[in-house]
């Protein structure tokens, strides 16, 4: 087992209140001492963060690792690989694959694939219903069993609100959270974007910000009648934010996440036809991007999640109607919303490693998220002052489909430890 010393770093751990210059002592996996001056004990590695910030380990609870099925595009390998790059020790992986994550044996895959790799650390989330078919509901008992922790028909809306209200009813046996891609499908229809003059203007058939209002307000009631954990996959309009708030005040288990997409982009990303912008919820208004970093800074959206979702640029090269929905963002999450978030002042540094970290480990109820002595020693090592240029043929993902490529950015993640390794270093 690797023992660390992590030297002369600015030590941000929001939980403990922690934001000081410390070295970082990592032992057996965990967090052994954090003090000033620690003694490099015998055969030790000594990681040199002088000028760096040594943060809990990030965690992205919202990505699509497409194995099995689609290993042209990810593997949980290379997903875990893009993840630490990025700086993230944790992911949880939507059950979307092919065959679905609909049983106990597709959970306990995932998870040893993910060991097998020994990058970042992959909870399963499994599927509500059957084959994402919306009929009947999937082993629940069998895939928390396995180690499945949270459940979802993500890439689909749970249409059904009696099947929504019953997934809901049953989690409560195991506490674990029901998340749903909240987009009304009667709605959605064949749009392709967000409702709007842009898409006037392309021509597109829109998407109204309704079809996911709707959802959100439905599944939010749905909880407080059954007294379930609920969580909104990717919000992503003003007044889905409200609803969300709303029943927030009034004691009922909901919380929320929002991509860094949906932070930084507005519809008017998608002019010239630009596949690497179309995503379901489509990208919205500039009124709903300013409510969305409102609503993350006074924390009534608790956490930012990627959404992660790898295609061949084949089949992002379609016409856009045709064109799958979308994009990547484990490797550029980081830079993007310190750049666009923190140096833009939105939120401090500080709230930024809590909506990625701490945020998304109480949401899920999975280890991580601190750096006190005796924690897991999930680790990143942060890099605050280098300007550099996203570049996509750079990525360890598989799939290129980001609309950040050639983004001017600050800041990255130089060093990345899961469970007291160090998996990944920049340049290492
Ligand atoms: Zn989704
Ligand atoms: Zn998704």
Redesign the pocket.
């Known amino acids: 087992m690797d023992r660390l010393l992590i030297r002369g770093g600015r030590v941000i751990d929001p939980v403990n209140k922690v934001d000081a210059r410390l070295d970082l002592l990592v032992a057996e996996g965990k967090v052994a001492a954090l003090g000033q001056s620690l003694d490099a004990p015998e055969g030790v590695r000594v990681v040199e963060a002088a000028g760096k910030v040594v943060a809990p380990g990030l965690i992205d609870m919202?990505?699509?690792l497409r194995e099995p099925g689609r290993e042209d595009e990810e593997t949980v390998e290379t997903g875990c690989l893009a993840a630490v790059a990025g700086g993230f020790t944790a992911v949880a992986a939507?059950p979307?694959t092919d065959p679905v994550t609909d049983n106990q044996a597709a959970v306990g895959y995932i998870i040893r694939e993910a060991i097998r790799s020994g990058y970042a650390t992959v909870y399963p989330v499994g599927a509500i219903t059957k084959g994402l078919a919306g009929e009947s509901l999937a082993e629940m008992g069998g895939m928390i069993e396995a180690g499945a922790v949270a459940f979802t028909d993500?890439?689909h809306c749970v249409n059904s609100a009696e099947m929504m209200l019953k997934a809901m009813k049953y989690s409560t046996i195991f506490d674990v959270p029901i998340i749903n891609?909240c987009e009304d499908k009667s709605l959605v229809g064949g749009g392709a974007m967000n409702a709007g003059l842009v898409a006037t203007r392309l021509g597109l058939a829109g998407v109204a910000a309704e079809s996911e209002e709707i959802i959100v307000y439905r599944d939010c009631a749905l909880a407080r009648l059954s007294g379930a954990r609920y969580h909104v996959?990717?919000l992503s309009c003003a007044r889905s934010a409200g609803i969300v708030e709303r029943f927030k005040a009034e004691g009922v288990r909901v919380s929320a996440e929002v991509t860094p997409h949906h932070l930084v982009l507005t519809d008017a990303a998608v002019e010239g036809y630009n596949t690497n912008a179309k995503m379901?919820p489509p990208l919205r208004r500039t009124e709903d991007v300013a409510a969305l970093r409102k609503a993350l800074a006074a924390g009534v959206i608790d956490c930012i999640a990627t959404?992660?979702?790898p295609h061949h640029y084949n089949e992002k090269e379609a016409a856009f109607a045709d064109a799958p929905n979308?994009v990547i963002g484990l490797e550029t999450a980081f830079p993007v919303l310190y750049t666009e978030l923190v140096l833009g002042k939105v939120l401090s540094l500080g709230a930024l490693i809590e909506k990625m970290s701490p945020a998304p480990a109480r949401v899920l109820g999975v280890r991580g998220g601190s750096l006190a002595q005796g924690q897991i020693a999930d680790i990143t090592v942060l890099d605050l002052d280098t300007k550099w240029s996203i570049d996509k043929n750079s990525f360890y993902s598989k799939s290129r489909n980001t609309p950040f490529d050639g983004m001017q950015v600050t800041g990255r993640a130089v060093a990345t430890v899961v469970g007291g390794r160090l998996v990944w270093e920049l340049g290492g």
């Open positions: 919202h990505v699509h939507m979307n993500d890439g891609h996959a990717h379901a959404d992660h979702a979308g």
